[in-house]
């Protein structure tokens, strides 16, 4: 989450449970429960990251979102 600051942003929310341990990044409230939005994971020897955010271009176009997306991809991309 480095150079993400605190956002708002309008898309999609997907609710989920874990079925797997992960460390959340990045939550939104829905019903006054967080929501995880983004979170990490290693994977045997690999490393997943999932961003639930971007459903349209409007969200795609968010610096925020841009930085998460960048971010991510570095890091399962790096050991």
Do not use: K
């Not at 020897?45 to 349209?56: D, E, I, N, P, Q």
């Amino acid at each position: 989450m480095s150079g993400v600051g605190d956002f708002e942003i309008s898309d999609e929310l997907y609710t989920m449970e874990p079925l797997a341990p992960f460390d959340v990044l990045a939550t939104a409230s829905l019903a006054g429960f967080a929501r995880p939005l983004v979170w990490v994971r290693p994977y045997g020897l690999g490393r997943v990251c999932y961003c639930a955010l971007g459903h349209a271009i409007e969200q795609l176009e968010h610096e925020s979102v841009r930085r998460i997306l960048r971010n991510g991809l570095e890091w399962v991309s790096t050991r």
